[in-house]
């Protein structure tokens, strides 16, 4: 399979073809990408990764610990994670829609 040299995206086509928390839209084998929405109220059921994870935060409010240092997020905020390393959101007060990139392709 080749790799298209070019894709675009809409963010409302993105959700609107979700049908779980966390919808993959592309899978290069230097990165993937997918969105991810967790209701308000609800308990992020993550893992460690062992790719190397960034997230823009499209709309919500949370907080967000990365082993033993939490931090709040919301719409703007860009957040690294190292693969390996433990992490979730929390207190998710707000519906959270975040953009989730791994490098490389999530395994």
Known sequence: MTTPQFQKFSLADLEKQRARN????LRVPAMSAGIYVLPAGATDPQRPHHEDEMYYVIRGRARFQVGSESCEVSAGSVLFVAAEADHHF???????????????AET
Do not use: K, N, S
């Not at 966390?22 to 839209?25: G, T, W």
């Not at 929390?90 to 490389?104: H, K």
């Open 22 to 25: 966390y919808r993959e839209f």
């Open 90 to 104: 929390y207190d998710i007060t707000e519906e959270l829609a975040v953009l989730v990139f791994f490098a490389p």
